[in-house]
């Protein structure tokens, strides 16, 4: 089984987004998501992804230590301001400079949190498809 990483700082908005959808289009894939100073998972990241159908299951900030690096073939950063986690060796390496929803002003924050999981949808599906055929 192929397994996918998405990293970030705060593990609590743009990389949830990305494991909960991620993990919904692709239930046969290990997917993950961490952070190298996590926090907590969002209630905007619940919101939006219950308004697009998608499960919040099991979705806790976590750091990129707890995960099993064995399992991981590919990892994605979403980081854009801010300076991203990096984890040395020979996965292969993602960027997709995604802004951070929670830094938006307190009245764009769900949009905010809402373009982040559109553009989610609309990256993951050529990658999620490229991972089941290597698996």
Same mark, same amino acid.
């Given at each position: 089984?192929?397994? @996918?990483?998405?990293?970030?700082? #705060? ?6 987004? $990305?494991? $909960? ?18 926090? *907590? ?7 939006? /992804? ?24 590919? @990892? ?16 292969? *390496? @993602? *960027? ?30 050529? /990658?999620?498809?490229?991972?089941? #055929?290597?698996?």
């Amino acid at each position: 089984m192929a397994g @996918i990483l998405f990293l970030c700082v #705060a593990n609590s908005a743009r990389s949830q987004l $990305a494991e $909960a959808i991620a993990r919904d289009l692709a239930p046969e894939l290990d997917v993950w998501s961490a952070g190298s100073e996590p926090t *907590h998972v969002r209630p905007q990241v619940r919101r939006v /992804l219950a308004e697009g159908g998608f499960d919040d299951k099991g979705l806790r900030s976590k750091s990129m230590f707890e995960v099993e690096m064995d399992e991981i073939d590919v @990892i994605v950063t979403l980081c854009r301001q801010e300076q991203c986690p990096v984890l040395p060796g020979k996965k292969r *390496h @993602i *960027h997709w400079p995604l802004p951070d929803p929670a830094s938006a002003p307190e009245e764009e924050k769900d949009e905010a949190f809402r373009a982040t999981r559109d553009e989610l949808i609309r990256r993951l599906p050529p /990658l999620l498809g490229e991972l089941k #055929a290597e698996a």
